[in-house]
Nanobody
Framework: QVQLVESGGGLVQPGGSLRLSCVAS????????MGWYRQAPGKQRDLVAT???????NYADFVKGRFTISRYINQNTVSLQMNSLKPEDTAVYYC???????????????WGQGTQVTVSS
């Protein structure tokens, strides 16, 4: 059993900052890519940022220069520092991890339950 638990969401004014964190726990052999996705009401789930096990990052164009993804390998943790937040950043943010639960087993995607981020004055 694998669990991804997010924290750090909330209400912030435009221009403000928030930091999201996600911890992966359970039967984990190795984690490859971890990342953040978001879904606004009535819209599809979009990639926000990802980071590989060797530190390569990928960002959606709409967050470049504002958001920073970080990973702490030994702690199976990924964080997302969000600065200069805009009302259009309002969404539920989901943590994702691509991992193996057994040494030679298949790689699968796991998701957290989501954390709400609301940017409003």
């Amino acid at each position: 059993q694998v669990q991804l638990v997010e924290s750090g969401g909330g209400l912030v004014q435009p221009g403000g900052s928030l930091r999201l964190s996600c911890v992966a726990s359970g039967s984990i052999a190795s984690i490859y890519t971890m990342g953040w996705y978001r879904q606004a009401p009535g819209k599809q789930r979009d990639l926000v940022a990802t980071i590989t096990s060797d530190g390569r990052t990928n960002y959606a164009d709409f967050v470049k220069g504002r958001f920073t993804i970080s990973r702490y390998i030994n702690q199976n943790t990924v964080s997302l520092q969000m600065n200069s937040l805009k009302p259009e950043d309002t969404a539920v943010y989901y943590c994702n991890a691509n991992l193996r639960t057994r040494r030679n087993g298949p790689r699968n995607d796991y998701w957290g339950q989501g954390t709400q981020v609301t940017v409003s004055s």
